[in-house]
């Protein structure tokens, strides 16, 4: 008996990774927090760059995508899928959840702790177009948010900005600005962000807000999340080892690895390009 060829085949499909994906880069954000607090896991990530933004296109075409990519992570022998995405989890979370029998968790904006962190009672979401639109969002705001007052605005032009990778530039700060001033016109007093993409901008959303007002995004609570399920799921990797991270895009690898490097900080990371 080739016991080699039984290990090789049994260490493929045995469930060890957490799969990761996105429209590009950002959800990044949320496996970053994920890694902090669980280092011994192994993580796969998809940037899905080919079909980016996904933040106006149709909620069918976007869970179309959150199909074929999850196709792929399943194949790739994932134990628990993270949609690492505002935009995906309002358009196919439910249906991702009914289609795998592995437990999905999926992002929304961090409501709860904002809630907890004004002191005014107003708060400001900034998100994409879909996310801010869906039932998800209102019925978020319905358990999370009463007796505050929400304010929302769409930012188009933001995830493009991180996926090329550069937001120290005027530019930026006249895009993010021109969004923030509507909300601190209101009196926010804290910004939401809403979009995986977004904590990559964080310095610049900071710089422009100013002091007194506090900047929240979900993806330490995420992190917690998958911890919690991998344990109650009896899920989670052997602590002793060191987990290790692979890349997967749709997109062009030689675009989309110079930003994975940048915002992962490892130099020599390494992009698979995956058609899906
Ligand atoms: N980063 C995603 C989100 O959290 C998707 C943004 C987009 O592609 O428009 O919504």
Same mark, same amino acid.
């Given at each position: 008996m080739d016991y080699g060829l039984i290990y090789e085949v049994l260490s493929m499909t045995s469930l060890r990774t957490i799969g990761f994906f996105d429209s590009g880069v950002g959800g990044l954000s949320v496996m970053k927090e994920v890694r902090r607090l669980l280092p011994a896991e192994d993580l796969v990530y998809f940037a899905d760059s080919a079909h980016c933004p996904y933040g106006s296109r149709p909620v069918e075409i976007i869970r179309g995508r959150a199909y074929a990519i999850c196709d792929f992570l399943i194949g790739h022998g994932v134990k628990l899928i993270v949609i690492a995405s505002n935009t995906t989890s309002v358009a196919a979370l439910d249906a991702v959840r009914e289609k795998y029998s592995v437990p999905v968790i999926g992002v929304e904006p961090a409501v709860k702790p904002a809630a907890a962190a004004t002191v005014n009672?107003? +708060? *400001?979401? +900034? %998100? !994409?177009?879909? !996310?801010? %639109?869906?039932?998800? $969002?209102?019925?978020? =705001?319905?358990? $999370? /948010?009463? /007796?505050?007052?929400? $304010?929302?605005? &769409?930012? &188009? *032009?933001? =995830?493009? +900005?991180?996926?090329?990778?550069?937001?120290?530039?005027?530019?930026?700060?006249?895009? =993010?600005? /021109?969004?923030?001033?509507?909300?601190?016109?209101? *009196?926010?007093? !804290?910004? +939401?962000?809403g979009c995986t993409h977004y904590p990559f901008l964080r310095p610049v959303i900071e710089k422009l807000a100013g002091r007194g007002i506090k900047v929240i995004d979900g993806g330490e609570g995420i992190a917690r999340q998958v911890a919690r399920v991998l344990d109650n799921e009896c899920l989670a990797a052997d602590a002793k080892s060191a987990g290790g991270e692979s890349f997967f895009t749709s997109g062009d690898p030689e675009l989309v690895a110079p930003v994975l490097r940048l915002l992962w900080g490892k130099p020599d990371l390494q992009v698979k390009k995956k058609e899906v």
């Open positions: 009672g107003k +708060i *400001g979401v +900034i %998100a !994409t177009g879909v !996310t801010l %639109a869906g039932e998800r $969002f209102d019925s978020l =705001v319905k358990r $999370f /948010g009463e /007796g505050l007052e929400v $304010f929302t605005q &769409p930012c &188009p *032009g933001l =995830v493009e +900005i991180v996926e090329s990778g550069r937001w120290d530039n005027e530019e930026t700060e006249k895009l =993010v600005g /021109g969004y923030l001033n509507k909300l601190l016109d209101r *009196g926010v007093d !804290t910004v +939401i962000l």
